[in-house]
Each structure stands twice: as C-alpha cells, then as structure tokens.
C-alpha cells in the first residue's frame, strides 16, 4: 500500500500573517480542501449521508465468549467498510474487518471478527487502562443522537474493558470522565485467523430518547496496533471537524424499554491507622485521642435512579472514596493555591454538562475561572484548632452527609444537571495542658447546590447554557463567620455556535457572582491574593473594611477556526476586581484584560522526513482594569512525528518587561523583568516494551533568575500483565526575589507606609513518580504508586523593595540598614541603620523537605458491578526549617546533598493506612 504523496504548507513567516490568514480563512479553508481531500475516499459526506447499519432484533440466548458463532449473527447486517486515519488517510483498512450489531429487549450486542494475516499484538489491563501496545476494538455510541454525547466501550484482544463518556468539546476523539463504570459484558479469543470479540451492553447503562424506532448515532474503530493503524466507519478526514456530530447511524433498534430502573451499591469499610503520635513536651500525659493504633468503620451506599430512559438520579449517603489515589506532593512558594484533579467517581461522572464557556484563557495566560470545582465538596476542614491545645483530633476531610445528582434530556435538545451536596459540621477535639478537654468548630454545616441547563439547537451547531450554583453556610461561631463567607451564588449564562460545517467555532460567557457574610470575612475576601484590592497606588481599586458582600462579574468571547490546515483562535477576557467563585469553584487572578491567541498550522499527512508535524504559537497579553500591561509573551511552537512513530517538541517564548501586580502581594505595583523560556521534549515509539519520554525546559531573566527542569519517563512492559512507570524529574531554579514578608513603617514613604521584605532562593527539587501495574486477569489488578521528594530551599540576604514599579532591591546589611542573627533563628533588621525607623525581626525561611507518598490499590470485581478493595496508604514527611537551628546549625539548611536527604528520608517514621473496602451492586 502506497501513502498518498505529502505536498509542503507555505512558509508563515509571522504573526501578523497568521491573524490575516484567519481573517482569510473561508477561501483557505476552500483550497485546502481542494488541494488535501480531492479523492472520493476522503471527501467528508454531509450528516445525511453519513454510513448506516442496521441491527437486528434476536429472539434466542447469545453466550458472550468472545466467538460471535451463534446462528442469529448471520442475520445482521456486515459493517466491513472501515477507512484508515493512520497511517495512510483514506485508504481501506489493511486488514479484513466485519463487526455486526444484535438486540433483543434488555441489551445491544456487538460481535467482532477482526481478521489478521500478521501478528496479534495484546496486552491484559486494569479497567479504563490506556494501553498504547495492543490491538484494540471501539464502539461508541450517541444514543442521545444529539451530536454532543456519546459511551464508548473499548476492548482488546485479552478481554480488557474501557469505557469512558465522550464528549463533543473533546474534539475528533472526543473527551469525558473515564471514571464512568457502567455494567456490561465483554469477551474476546485469538485465533490463528486473527481475533474476535463479544459485547453485551445493557439498554439500562444507557440513556436515549424513548420512541419507537431508535436512530443513534454509531463510531466503530479498529486499532492494528504493529501498523500504528486506525480505521473507522464513519470517516472524518484529519484537517475537518471531526467527533461526535461526524458519526455514521444504527438503525434498526425498536420496541425496548430503558432496562431496570434502581441501582444500589452499599458499601462496608474498614480502617486501619497507624500513625505516629508526637508526645509532648508541655505535658507528661500522652495523646487522649490517638493511640498510634486506631481503627474505625464506615458504611454506606451509592443510589442510581432512572428518572426515565433519559434522566438519571445519582445519590450517595455518606460516600468513601478511601481507594482514589493520593495527590502528588508539591512545593508551592506562591500566594495562590495548586489546583487537584477531581478523582472522585461521583463527581466525575456526568461532568460534562456542567462545564461552563468552552473557550476563554489558556495557555501562557492562565485558566479560565472554574465555576464548578467539585473538591470543594468534602474539603479538608477551614477553621483552626484553639491555641490553647496541646493535642487535637482535626478531621482531615469533612464529611459528606449525602449528595444527590440528576443528569440527563428531557424535552426538545435541554440537557440538565443537578448536584446537592451536604457536608456536616466539624470539630476538633482538644485538650490543653490542664487536662481539660474542649471542642473547637472547624468547619459548619454547608449545603453546595449547582444547576446547569443547556438547550442545543441545529443538530448540536449551537448551545445557549445558563449555570448556577449556590453556597450556604450554616456558621453560628464567631472564630468562622470572620473566615467564611455566610453565602456564595454565581449565575451565568454561554453560548457556542458552530458553522461552515463545524469548521468555524464563535463561543462567549458571562458570569456574574456574589458573596456575603460578616465584614472580617468580606474583608478577607478583599484582600486575598486573587484580587489584592487594598494595594496602594491602585487608584482603580479601593476597599471597604465595613462591607457585607461583595460582587463582580466575568465576559469571555472567542473565534475559533477549528478545520483545514490552518486553525486558530483569537479570545478575550475580562474579570472585574469584585469576582469571585472560590467558595464552589477555582480562580487565582481578577481584576484583569486577557487577549489569549493560538494558530496553528497542520500537515497530518506523511513525507520524506516527518509523518506529521505542525507549527503554532501567537502572542498573549493581560492588562489589569487600571490600564497596566502586567503580561506579555510571544510563543512559537514545531511539534513533529518522524516516520519511524518517534516524535517531540521545541517550543520558545519571550516575554518582555512588564508591570507585576502581585510580587509584592499586595503592596505597590513592581515590574517584571523581560525573560526567554524554552522548552523540548522527545518520545519513543509506543508500541515497544520499553518506551521513552523527555522533558527539558529553562527560562532566565534580565535580572538574574533562571530556572532548569528535565524530566525522563520510562514504561516497561514485560509480558501480558506488567507495566512500570519510573519519572525521575529534576528541577534547579534561582529566583532574585522571592517574597518573604512585610512589616508596617510610616517613614517608608518610597513603598507607601510598609517595608516589602524579599531575599534571593536557590531551590532544588528532585522526585520520582512510580506506578505499577500487575493485571492478573480483566477483573483482578494491582496498582501501586510512589512518589519520594525531596526539596531544598536556600534563602540569602534579606532585601527591600526600593521603589514602585521598579525591580530594584537593597540588601540589609550591605546597601542599607543592618542585619544581625538571633538565637531564636531569626533575623533582626534595622532597615536605616542608626536611624529612626523601627526594627524588625524576620526568620530564617531556609529548608529542607523529604517526603514519601504512596499507595497501593488491589481491586477484585467478584462479580459484575461489585468490588473488593484492599489498600494501603503510606506517607512520610519531615521539614527542617533553618529558624529551628543556631546559626551554625543552620548553615547546611537549604543545601542540597541527594544522598544525605535520601538517607534522612528514609529514616523518618512512616505513617501508614490499611482499608478494606467491599460494595455489593443491586439492580431492581
């Protein structure tokens, strides 16, 4: 088989040449199509004409062993004309393929034969695994036929199960939760002729509209993995809008009902602790509340309701998620908090509908505010233990009394979703040196509600949205009503429209919040580091220390070229100071302009040198509401796949000087020096035992800082069942001026009545992300993650900020003012020397981190629906912080020696969790 002749894209020589290109993109959009899709075996057909096949009702038993041999099969109707993606666009697939669709009133069957001349390359997986080494079968499924939706079930020759919610904003392969764990069946055998393949999918795990005569849309794909193969049967060439709008139709499926209706999985836990308990020095008893060796139950169920064919309750009282997987560590110097994945199942299911504005900021420029963060539900707890305590007893997360979700269509094109949530209220039990008990709130009862709706219209071409949610806190104790708002509501409003057959994209929200409770709370809110209100030369921003709510709002509109070779996006943002969405969603800036661009251009198809690669980049910029310019970055990216399936990256950036609203964490405006970054990353081939990926990127500065991160990743594979991943990762950086702290001074009249107190840091960040995975067999797997770190901060001569809009500095005890060591670990400044200005003191900020987390997972489906978790959780962690040391004590704090902070690793105690964890699946 001959690849198609791989032609040269035009040279583009600037930005300014990409934007006029996306004004000009209708006519390009033309020639592409001329000149790339000009045979009959590419042409995109319109949705009408989009491949049918037919199922067929069957009235006797089919037993799934993977043999479609059953007489009834031969009744169906052959899907046998699949086309290749890879390697070779358009061509038929290289090897014979038959795939057949049954039905009787409870479930889809699908039976595959996937004919081989050569090798059948396979791999056992846990479920929802990626595997990127073995053959593989696909069938995904819009039972909605609304065009944005769809269930993909995924299937190899060992018998592996993947299943995932897809959605329409994922793009050609689309995206969604792979935490979606419906119940079906699978099977698969080979044989010398290749391999075959049995599903049964029950109507049930579905959702449609309810007629007579269904029409779903239908995705089959057949993976070759030896060729780097795909086909499909419904073909989409590359350089078109491609997903779930693109798919071919099933017909034939009629006279069913939506299955049985009720879904229960209760669950028993069990917990084993064994944690360290630190005596302490202030009293000679012992900790009341934790013996080192503690243990504690818990049960409760997960309830899956059919509203109707097309409309789902999920509820969940007191809900475990004990088997999910520990967040990484990591060290953040920021004032803004780390975003996590939600991992939880719960949440993750059905998420796709309450994703708010597809489009805004990306990239260089940051994320979009999040209105929905999920994490927020059961969050560790937010109020402190009273200072009078020598042992407590905080919980570390708070507990989830019951949530409820409805997801689903109801109506003409509305889609809707529902969460309510209720956590309770929390206490820390205490006891003080006295012996006396006490108990201190730390976190009150909360109600989370969020409602989405969504109508599409024109076969999924345009989406008008409205989104709400809702936070209450039931406080009644004056320590949290200063920290938590009493309430928090956010209403928005998005719109996407596709045209010019999906080819181009124009998306837009708005979102408008606001918050109330006591004033120190508000307060708070004000002066937190997404908004820094109360910075002093910010004439556009002021704050009100006697307020009682607060409000704001958030614009997002975009344009998006999103077919043909060349595609691109141009988007703006704007977020008032007053926004804010923290309390149920995620956002680290306001008070900001974003004008985010990305193009890009595109040769999919092979050449002499290159299977694939692509050119993008654009410039970003952000500008705050008093008009000041405080990002700028011009990136450009070549990202290429050589035809023996190795590929990489080289990206570049340069970012010229700007203004910073925030180094100084909410004193003056400062100015960011101009900076270059560069990064480059290359990968092996896959489909071998042994694959490769590498990361380097740098950045250095005008002013002296520079950053060095590189990372390795290898997987091996051995045999069927075992996977190892190892990620050692390295990162050096020097920072000229990390923020320490401030102290009040009127004579710092150049700073505007404060002293901004910053030092230079020398920083060195080694870890080493392990996974193993051991598939016994499709229902029984092992999976084992470990992450040590080990990080080390070194932090020299305190400094103070000169002067606004500026990046200078004056060194204490060099430039200006002395600088004394204490005996406590602190240092005393006196910033003019025999001066008036008053003294202050500042510790010694200078560590060094070991830390070790890990668990493993052992997950037994006995039987459908029902699992077995065995799992162990193991943490250690130790901070040497110099202000704890003398001063000769403290001068090897902030070092970095690999061999001495392993060993000292290693030496800590470790802290360790058993959990047993067994739910059984009912259905009604």
Known sequence: MKAPTARR???????????????????????????????????????????????????????????????????????TNFTQIDPFEGEPVSQPTDVRFLFDDDALYVGGRFYDSGLVMTRLARRDASVSDSDQFTVTIDSYHDHQTAFRFTTNPSGMKRDATVSSSGGRDGGGGSSWDP????????????????????????????????????????????????????????????????????????GIGGGQKLELLPYVGMTAEYIYQEPSSEVAFDNPFRSGSDYFSRVGVDVKYRLG????????????FGQVEVDPAIINLTAFETRFQERRPFFVEGAEIFRFGRGGPTGSTGRAPQILYSRRIGRRPQGSVSSSAVFSNPPISTTILGAAKITGKVGNGWSVGFIDAVTGREFAPYVD??????????????????????????????????????????????????????????????????FNNRGWKVSSAVATSYIEGDPAAILDAQLSSARYLQRPDATHLGVDPTATSMGGFYH??????????????????????????????????????????????????????????????????KWNTGGNLIFSDVNLQFTWRWLNYWGGSVRGAIRPPTLDDRLTRGGPMARTPGSTRWQASLNSDSRRPLGVRTRYSGSSDSAG?????????????????????????????????????????????????????????????????????VTFSPTLTLQVYAQPLISSGNYGDLAEFRAPRTHRFATYGEEIGTSVRQPDGS????????GPAPEFTVSDRSFNLRSLLGNAVLRWEWSPGS???????????????????????????????????????????SDNIFLVKVNYWLNF
């Open 9 to 79: 894209a035009p040279a583009l020589t600037s930005t300014t040449v990409l934007g006029t290109l996306l004004l000009w993109a209708p006519s390009i959009s033309a020639q592409e199509a001329d000149r790339f899709v000009s045979d009959s075996s590419r042409v995109m057909l319109p949705h009408s004409e989009t491949p049918v096949v037919g199922a067929v009702r069957v009235s006797s038993s089919i037993e799934i062993d993977g043999m479609p041999d059953e007489a009834a099969w031969a009744a169906a109707a052959p899907m």
């Open 183 to 254: 119940i079906w069946e699978v099977a698969s055998v080979i044989t010398d002729e290749g391999w075959f393949t049995e599903m049964r999918i029950p109507f049930g795990q579905l959702r449609f509209s309810p007629g007579d005569e269904m029409l779903w849309g239908i995705q089959v794909e057949r993976t070759i993995r030896r060729n780097q193969e795909r086909a499909v049967f419904s073909f989409t060439p590359k350089l078109e809008r491609g997903g779930v709008a693109r798919y071919g139709h099933l017909t034939g499926i009629r």
């Open 309 to 320: 064919s097309n409309l789902t309750l999920d509820g969940a009282v007191n809900p475990d």
């Open 433 to 498: 040196v006295a012996g006396v008990e006490g108990r201190s709130v730390v976190e009150p009862r909360t109600n989370y509600f969020t409602g989405r709706v969504r109508r599409d219209m024109r076969a999924g071409e345009t989406q008008l949205g409205m989104i709400a949610t809702a936070v209450h806190r039931d406080i009644g104790d004056p320590g949290l009503a200063s920290r938590l708002r009493s309430a928090a509501y956010v209403a928005g409003a998005d719109l996407v429209h596709e």
């Open 556 to 621: 997002m509109a975009e344009i998006n070229k999103q077919a043909g070779s060349f595609t691109g996006r141009i988007g703006t943002a704007y977020l008032s100071p007053g926004y804010e969405v923290n309390d149920l969603g995620f956002q680290t800036e306001t008070d900001r302009f974003i004008l985010d661009t990305h193009f890009r251009w595109s040769q999919p198809r092979p050449g002499s040198y290159f299977r694939d690669w692509s050119i993008q980049g654009g410039p970003d910029n």
């Open 705 to 773: 800082s520079w950053q060095h991160s590189g990372s390795i990743n290898f997987t091996y594979r051995s045999g069927e069942k075992l996977e190892l991943r190892l990620g050692p990762s390295v990162t050096r950086s020097f920072t000229r001026a990390q923020y320490v702290t401030s102290t009040a001074d009127p004579l710092a009249t150049n700073t505007f009545g404060r002293r901004y107190v910053f030092a230079p840091l020398h920083q060195t960040t080694v870890a080493l992300e392990t996974r193993l995975n």
């Open 827 to 834: 240092y005393l400044i006196d910033p003019d020397g025999p």
């Open 867 to 909: 699992t077995l978790f065995l799992v162990w959780q193991q943490s250690r962690a130790g901070r040497v912080q110099a202000s704890e040391f003398d001063e000769t004590g403290a001068l090897d704090i902030g070092n970095f020696d690999l061999g001495f902070d392993t060993r000292e690793l290693f030496g800590l105690r």
